[in-house]
């Protein structure tokens, strides 16, 4: 197996990989280490799925089941770039684009009657939203802003929007009927352990297994809640028209990717009840086409457009109507008439609402205009936090990035903790009726009653993910001196149970002279917040749901984007995961690199990465080339971030791959004036010179190509060579590297 596995993703980052990897290769292959790859990709995990629909040489191997087993082992060495989390338009995208590439894939059957349509389903499925993660994830997380990182937004300071008091942007949750308030939460004792099961019970007292052998272990949290549809439609409703009285912006922040149940449930009844009039007047003719508003306005219309043009034009107009008649809708991309409720994986609630906040609360109209936005969080177990925020900002003035302390997090993820976890113990009631979990001894565990339709979910977190989480956190409080808050809520069911855990564990560990507290979420919030305002640091330890939002938030807050996020993930069994940033795929930067051969993708988060797989390598196989390749790649690190060498945004500037000749050249030179190990010492400095003294000529090769289209030959599949010509067009770099 090779020393370091770096993985094959989608978009933006994997397009920086074919520039950055020939790199990363020629530096690691002259330390005696190698690099191998995993293909995570939507396409690919596709491809490895269906092999009996393809050809021998159209076959690949299943590399995530492969890197799932690897990062249970104690010399895993993974560094982990994002990947799409599909939302069901990007699944079925991805598999048109491979059909029209001949690969003889099935299509997606939405209603399956043979069993090998029932196969082919419940395989799409599970590579549906986010099917990588949880997979990997055998570890919790440790998410901070490098120094380097920190110091230099703190000396450049990003812009900020200007927040104020007169700021209508505020957060509406339900508060009522919803997954917080209906939340049942046990430990399970050791009578109750064993394969327990989910059962939907009727009024006529009928029983319907849900799901069966589900293992619970003793000391394992186990919650079970659901969502009234009807108090949700109710609430969506007065949300809408109190938008509209408002004068604000309406907008929907969900994470159908990674809550790929439930969300896209909730986000379909959003869509509904925007297009109310419109569902009810062709309720017969949008039946018969198949529309299901899960899918978003996008597909609606996509499907309304295959109808005969009268019909067409009628539900057309009558769409155009419904959306004229209700509030401005907050706008994915305004000038292409992109809405919020176009396709649910457009506006993902961790990146969407702090870019609203470093915006001043503001978000962008249909007509182009930014504009003060009611944010609807449907459920109220961390709607909070954002309120505390923008209440924070509302009443204080934007946080100012020159002078604000920082935010780390200790999260609680692994072994799908949490919410995250909880797909295959989602269910849409079917009727009128009780949903229940039952143990292996027969004794019901937590039920509730339901209505037809309400969407209940069971969530599973273990006993050791629990136990090692605490224990990241207090490292982590004792490595930076700084104070750590648990952000639990006692009146919170879930909460309660896990804060009984936590204070049994925190006496396992040596805290004397630590700040450790436990505050309720939307108190942590504002807690941590005043304190980052006066330059105080503050590490949030949390559960799964905060660690993504606040690995989003309070990055893009401090230092611009959550790109540039250290991302470490120590695996329980001793291996290390090693994520890039915490911010995803960026599809919007493939747009422009194809229309203007720019890519602004900035790769520091995979930088921050491979410095930590290095060190992590270094240590755990005691290996000083190792050690010495990632101190030299830190000080490059710095002296790319001091010379200003990070991509810019538009053409014109030093786009992603220019990045990477500047962060080849520093490592080329910090390793060719190191004295710690002589080889590497002789083989870089010719490598240094080569790159420094023709810096000029590569850069204007790499500048050179700006300006014009690109064609990549593909989305989610685009042919290695193309994509290697197109993020490699300097010749003069090819050939030092090579
Ligand atoms: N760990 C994982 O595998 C993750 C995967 N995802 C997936 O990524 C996709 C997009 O998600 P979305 O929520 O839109 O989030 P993104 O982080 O992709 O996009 C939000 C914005 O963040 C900025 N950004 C993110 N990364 C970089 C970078 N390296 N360099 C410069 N700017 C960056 C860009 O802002 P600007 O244009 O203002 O510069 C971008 O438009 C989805 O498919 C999602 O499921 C999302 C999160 C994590
Ligand atoms: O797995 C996903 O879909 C997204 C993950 C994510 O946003 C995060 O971990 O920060
Ligand atoms: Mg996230």
Redesign the pocket.
């Known amino acids: 197996m090779a020393d370091i596995i770096y993985t094959k993703?989608?978009?933006?980052?994997e397009l920086?990989s074919a520039s950055f990897l020939p790199i990363i290769r020629s530096f690691t292959k002259a330390a005696g280490l190698s690099v191998g790859t995993k293909d995570i990709s939507l396409a690919g995990r596709i491809l490895a799925n269906f092999p009996e629909y393809l050809t021998d040489d159209q076959k690949q191997p299943d590399d995530l089941a492969e890197l799932g087993a690897l990062v249970k082992q104690p010399d895993a060495n993974v560094i982990?770039?994002?990947?799409?989390?599909?939302?069901q338009p990007?699944l079925n995208a991805a598999i048109k684009e491979l059909q029209a590439q001949g690969y003889k894939l099935p299509d997606y059957p939405y209603e399956p009657k043979t069993d090998e349509e029932k196969t082919v389903k419940a395989k799409y499925e599970a590579i549906k939203?986010?099917a990588?993660?949880p997979v990997l994830r055998e570890g919790n997380s440790d998410r901070r802003a490098p120094k380097a990182v920190k110091e230099y937004a703190k000396k450049n300071p990003h812009r900020m929007g200007e927040w104020l008091p007169s700021s209508k942007t505020h957060v509406a949750t339900m508060g009522e009927h919803d997954f917080r308030a209906n939340e049942k939460s046990v430990t399970i004792p050791a009578a109750s352990a064993g394969k327990a099961k989910i059962e939907f019970v009727a009024g006529d007292g009928s029983v319907t297994a849900l799901k069966t052998g589900w293992l619970l272990e003793e000391g394992d949290v186990v919650d079970g809640t659901f969502m009234s549809v009807k108090a949700l439609n109710a609430f969506l409703e007065n949300q809408i028209q109190d938008a509209k009285d408002q004068g604000v912006l309406f907008s929907l922040h969900m994470k159908a990717?990674?809550m790929k149940v439930s969300d896209p449930i909730i986000f379909g009844h959003c869509v509904k009840t925007f297009l109310k009039d419109v569902f009810d007047k062709h309720a017969a003719t949008l039946a018969e086409l198949g529309a299901n508003p899960d899918l978003g306005i996008g597909d609606l219309e996509a499907k309304v457009a295959t109808l005969p043009a009268g019909k067409a034009a009628e539900i057309q107009a009558d769409i155009k109507a419904a959306m004229a008649d209700g509030p401005a809708m907050y706008m994915v991309n305004s000038d292409k008439g992109i809405t919020n409720l176009h396709v649910s994986?457009?506006?993902?609630i961790?990146?969407?609402m702090p870019?609203l906040i470093r915006a001043g609360g503001k978000g962008w109209g249909p007509d182009g205009n930014e504009a003060d936005t009611k944010c609807v969080i449907p459920d109220s177990s961390y709607a909070g936090v954002y309120s505390a925020v923008i209440d924070f900002c509302r009443e204080n003035g934007a946080l100012d990035p020159a002078r604000m302390g920082t935010v780390p997090n200790v999260g609680l993820m692994a072994q799908k903790a949490e919410e995250y976890g909880s797909h295959p113990q989602t269910f849409k009631a079917p009727a009128d009726g009780t949903i229940r979990i039952v143990d292996a001894s027969g004794n019901t565990l937590i039920e509730h009653g339901v209505q037809e339709g309400d969407i209940w979910r069971a969530c599973l977190t273990k006993d050791a993910p629990i136990r090692d989480w605490v224990k990241l956190g207090v490292t982590r409080a004792r490595l930076s001196g700084m104070p750590g808050i648990f952000w639990l809520d006692r009146t919170r069911a879930h909460d309660a149970e896990l804060i009984k855990k936590v204070e049994a564990y925190l006496p396992e560990h040596d805290t004397s002279g630590l700040d450790l507290q436990i505050m309720a979420p939307t108190e942590a919030a504002r807690y941590t917040t005043e304190r980052i305002a006066k330059g105080l640091d503050t590490i949030s330890i949390t559960g799964n749901v905060l660690r993504?939002y606040l690995t989003?938030l309070y990055p893009?807050l401090e230092v611009?984007?959550?790109?540039?996020m250290l991302s470490i993930v120590p695996l329980m069994n001793g291996g290390g995961l090693f994520?890039?940033?915490?911010?995803?795929?960026?599809?919007?930067?493939v747009q422009q690199l194809i229309e203007e051969n720019y890519l602004?993708?900035?790769?520091?988060?995979?930088f921050c990465a491979l410095g930590a797989s290095l060190e992590h390598l270094a240590n755990a196989k005691d290996n000083a080339k190792a050690a010495v390749l990632a101190e030299t790649l830190d000080t490059a690190v710095e002296k790319l971030l001091d010379n200003g060498k990070s991509?810019s945004?538009k053409v014109g500037g030093l786009d992603?791959r220019g990045s990477h000749f500047y962060i080849a050249l520093y490592w080329a030179r910090a390793l060719s004036e190191q004295d710690k190990d002589a080889e590497l010492k002789a083989h870089f400095t010719p490598i240094a010179e080569a790159l420094a003294t023709n810096e000029d000529a590569i850069v204007s090769e790499l500048n050179g190509v700006q300006g014009s289209p690109v064609d990549l030959g593909g989305y989610y599949h685009a042919p290695q060579d193309k994509v290697s010509t197109a993020m490699r067009p300097s010749a003069t770099l090819n050939g030092v590297i090579g």
């Open positions: 993703v989608d978009e933006a980052p920086a982990k770039l994002p990947n799409i989390s599909a939302s990007q939203g986010s990588v993660n990717t990674m994986s457009d506006v993902i961790d990146a969407s870019a993504d989003d893009i611009g984007t959550s790109a540039k994520e890039t940033g915490a911010g995803g795929s960026a599809p919007k930067h602004r993708w900035d790769s520091l988060g995979e991509p945004r992603n």
